[in-house]
Nanobody, 121 residues
Framework: QVHVVESGGGLVQTGGSLRLSCAASSRTFSIAAMGWFRQAPGEERKFVARIGWSGGTTYYADSVMGRFTISRDNAKNTVYLQMNSLKPEDTAVYYC??????????????WGQGTQITVSA
């Protein structure tokens, strides 16, 4: 079992920045990828960004490409999501996930509790 815990959500104005962190428990040998998904009210959960746990390759949803950056610190079993130029449509609950690598995303097997990001107009 892998446990993931997010931190760093909050309220920000349009154009602002936030950084999310996600710490995974020590059993990371079973993880091929970590990443972020988000769920806005009334919508399904959607993929945001992924990083390969060993090779560090990244992949982003078109909606965040060029604004969000995912990175990792393997020594700390932690991934980060730097979010710049935030827009009101980025408002959602953001979930960290650990799981399986896909060329165009990932499959989440383990999930964090979620953290709210609200971008005010």
């Amino acid at each position: 079992q892998v446990h993931v815990v997010e931190s760093g959500g909050g309220l920000v104005q349009t154009g602002g920045s936030l950084r999310l962190s996600c710490a995974a428990s020590s059993r990371t040998f079973s993880i091929a990828a970590m990443g972020w998904f988000r769920q806005a009210p009334g919508e399904e959960r959607k993929f945001v960004a992924r990083i390969g746990w060993s090779g560090g390759t990244t992949y982003y949803a078109d909606s965040v490409m060029g604004r969000f950056t995912i990175s990792r610190d393997n020594a700390k079993n932690t991934v980060y999501l730097q979010m710049n130029s935030l827009k009101p449509e980025d408002t959602a609950v953001y979930y960290c996930a650990a799981g399986r690598y896909l060329v165009n995303g990932m499959i989440g097997d383990y999930w964090g509790q979620g953290t709210q990001i609200t971008v005010s107009a």
